[in-house]
């Protein structure tokens, strides 16, 4: 695990690397605006390589139109995005794809196809034409998919009749089997009990540590948030407003950030 953050205050700044781990993704001076509604303004945030960094920030925040424009579903109308060290306005549709295929998404839905068995799932993302080297491997890197989520016994079962903790593993394994350099987690933990949260909490730690995956993690799940940030950064006003650890923030002496933490 990367040494712990020092607090910073509230800039427009991008945010000092917390130790000497590669910057994985940097997002510059964003703004997003719909209309009259300013969403991001100025927010800037660093991710480095191995780092899990949870952003936390209330409903409406604009915690979703972050994540959609760093997978370039949305534009920002000022600012950079740098995803492994490619600025992703300057890539084309095909590069953009590419790129992609390095990053991993668990969605709160799960997204898995019901109709078709665990197996075919897993198998699915490793179609696309640039993954042709994993080609012959596909048994193997199910398997170790399967393994890595604790549920190496499932790959003839249909996602019906998983139960939903058992549905998150196995979107996390189609994750995983594409060896994603930065994973995005949405809300992770929602619509889980809390003993499957936390078991799904302990499995983005052991996640990260296996493969040294950067993690970019929306949750409004306390106690996820302190299970598996290294960092968190709390976006208001459109721009990361404070970070640092857990615990420097459930200290920080400005209510806005502290009442998360109550
Ligand atoms: N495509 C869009 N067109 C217009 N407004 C949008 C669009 N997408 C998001 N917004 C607005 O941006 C703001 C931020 O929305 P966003 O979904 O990012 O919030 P959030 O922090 O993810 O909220 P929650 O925690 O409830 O999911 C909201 O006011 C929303 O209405």
Redesign the pocket.
């Known amino acids: 695990m990367l040494p712990e953050t020092t607090l910073q205050p509230a800039d427009s700044q991008p945010t000092a690397p917390p130790g000497s781990a590669e910057v994985v993704l940097t997002l510059e001076h964003l703004s ?1 605006s ?2 009259d ?1 300013h ?1 991001l303004q100025d927010f800037s945030l660093d991710l480095h390589r191995g780092e899990n960094v949870v952003v936390l ?12 424009c760093i997978i370039g579903l ?1 534009r920002p109308d000022a600012g950079r995005i740098t995803v492994l060290g490619q600025d992703i306005s300057t890539l084309d549709h095909e590069a953009m794809d590419k790129l992609r295929a390095k990053l991993g998404f668990l969605f709160q839905s799960n997204a898995l196809y019901d109709s078709m068995t665990v197996r075919e799932n897993l198998l699915f993302p490793l179609r696309r034409q640039w993954l042709a080297d994993r080609r012959g491997q596909e048994k193997e890197l199910v398997q170790q998919a399967l393994e890595d989520v604790g549920l190496a016994d499932t790959a003839d079962k249909m996602p019906a009749e998983l139960s939903g903790g058992q549905r998150k593993r196995i979107a996390l394994a189609r994750t995983l089997i594409l060896r994603p350099e930065i994973i995005l987690y949405d ?1 992770p933990t929602t619509g889980l009990d809390p003993i499957t949260a936390r078991e799904i909490s302990a499995l983005i730690r052991q996640v990260q540590q296996k493969y040294q995956t950067a993690a970019f993690i ?1 949750s ?1 799940d306390m106690d996820s948030v302190r299970l598996v940030a290294d960092r968190v950064a709390m ?1 208001a006003d459109g721009r990361c407003y404070a970070q640092g650890t857990y615990q420097e923030l459930a200290k920080h002496e400005d209510p806005r950030v502290n009442q998360f933490f109550i």
């Open positions: 997003k719909f209309g509604n969403v920030g209330k409903s409406g925040s604009g915690k979703s139109v972050l994540v959609k949305l809300e929306i409004h976006l």
